[in-house]
């Protein structure tokens, strides 16, 4: 999607709020021995109650409200009876539509007690978000985006989950350009143009580099000893840098 007016900004403001409230009350209530359906129904709650809906569920059918992911299943996890245990790395991933706009937004949590190495990862990931959405600006080349991670992934070394990647939203869930990379891809000339509307959301891991397919359809995992945490936010680029629409 591209901004074509301030009713537009103001729209993907109000459902970027919106996601990234329900993200940040799911986040609160994530406690050992609820489950992953018990905080599903959570955001639903949440959901329902801003007037938004569940952009998974209307667009492609997911069998849930949120995508909530335990431990090595890092993206798509699928809410249902299974109970989170203390230690565990949970990665919760809200996206909806509100009036025909479209915000993303996801975070990873580790439930205390939480170790060092946890910590770092997640703390590592989050700056990579920071530097990627610092870079941002319209006539950008849009790869400095995965430049900005790549550089951050490595220097702390961390790998990057190659075949999960960023994506346009706004007028939907997924939409043009349909993958911006977490990593830098010098063949990619696409440049970052005003007012277009995307996510980023890298994947760093401790050695993992692919996520494949559980069998369910939905879920992506990686092999169980990698630990992998991802950090999103929906934008807006600008002439002056990136209009964040999923801060709290």
Known sequence: MTVGSQEDLEQLKAVGQIVAQVLRDMGAALEPGMTTGE???????????RGARSAPETTYGF????????NNEIAHGIPGERRIAAGDLVNIDVSAERNGFFADTGASFAVPPTTAAQRRLCQTTRKALERAVGVVRAGTPMNRIGKAVEKMARQQGYTIIR?????????????EPGYIPSYYDPADRR??????????????????EW?????DGWTLATPAHYMTAQYEHSLV???????VLTVP
């Open 163 to 175: 075949n999960l990647q960023s994506h346009g939203v706004g007028g939907a869930l997924h939409e």
């Open 211 to 215: 996520a494949e397919e559980t069998g």
């Open 237 to 243: 680029v600008t002439r002056g840098g990136a209009i």
């Open 191 to 208: 440049v970052l143009h005003d007012g277009m509307v995307i996510t980023i959301e890298p994947f760093l891991s401790t050695g993992a």
């Open 39 to 49: 905080l599903d129904g959570l955001g639903r709650q949440g959901l329902e109650a």
């Open 63 to 70: 069998p849930g409200a949120t995508c909530i992911s335990v």
